[in-house]
């Protein structure tokens, strides 16, 4: 059995809706938190959905009410590339959203590069992320208390660099790892592991398009998360699905709706 919070689904229309649904949750989310406590964790993704939701954030006039210098912001995988390479996670996001915000740049924790301290030993790299989370961990953690998670989802069910029976679903110890032979180009990527995703008070999936509905059907229907990775992404006190009405399409009834407009 999958730990964490169950998942609570709201569909949306398209893919264009859902991300500006997923900017301004995002954007009333930090509000509450920043109202709450002195900073904020934020862990962002990439794909299509996920770069789409950060564009609608840069877009939406409500984002000057979020105190950005307060949020750190961190990456869940990257594509482990060199610097500013237009495929990393990290480059998209700035592009989309972070180069027009006024962020404090120790807040920005980039997954390494291959031209980065440790060149191109991913191992060692992954062991670099692995020791910034634990400068910022919560009590009795070696991780932040993440806020918000973003996870997109790939048609095969994968989240952050988490394949399929791949070596890395089944990875428990370290908070990051090197992920080798992607089935995905690249082959080389820097990923959270389980544990450290469902470390987060909330894990929201963001994912849209028919061709992701039976990955949808599978992680919600209780497929385990070695078969269907996404099955495993779980906040501990909320799990969030944020889809559009096509990868919805094959769901199941009687799942906990929340919207559906």
């Not at 070696?142 to 998670?149: M, Y």
């Not at 690249?186 to 389980?194: A, E, G, H, K």
């Not at 699905?241 to 096509?246: S, T």
Request: glycine fraction near 8%; aromatic fraction near 6%.
């Amino acid at each position: 059995m999958t730990a964490g919070a169950t998942p609570e689904l709201i569909i949306h229309r398209d893919a264009p809706l859902l991300a500006q649904a997923v900017a301004a949750r995002l954007v009333t989310k930090l509000v509450d938190v920043l109202a709450a406590k002195d900073e904020a964790h934020l862990v962002l993704t990439g794909g299509s959905v996920g770069i789409g939701s950060l564009a609608a954030v840069a877009e939406l006039p409500a984002r000057v009410a979020v105190d950005w210098k307060r949020v750190h912001l961190w990456w869940s995988d990257e594509r482990f590339l060199p610097e500013g390479d237009p495929e990393r996670n990290v480059t998209q996001a700035r592009g989309a959203l972070l180069d027009k915000l006024d962020l404090d740049p120790a807040f920005v924790h980039e997954m390494p590069s291959t031209n980065g301290p440790d060149g191109d030993n991913a191992e060692a790299a992954a062991e670099r992320y692995a020791a910034e989370l634990a400068r910022y961990a919560a009590p009795d953690s070696d991780v932040p208390e993440f806020d918000v998670e973003l996870f997109g989802m790939g048609p095969d069910g994968h989240v952050a660099s988490l394949f399929p029976e791949h070596p890395g679903v089944y990875e428990e110890e370290p908070a990051v790892i090197a992920v080798h032979n992607s089935p995905k180009p690249p082959p080389n990527r820097l990923s959270f592991t389980f544990r450290v995703i469902q470390s987060a008070r909330e894990v929201w999936v963001v994912a849209a398009g028919s061709e992701k509905a039976a990955a949808a059907h599978m992680a919600l229907s209780g497929g385990g998360r070695v078969q269907v990775p996404a099955a495993g992404a779980r906040g501990h006190v909320r799990t969030l699905w944020l889809i559009d009405r096509a990868c919805a399409a094959d769901l199941p009834p009687g799942l906990n709706r929340l919207a559906s407009p």
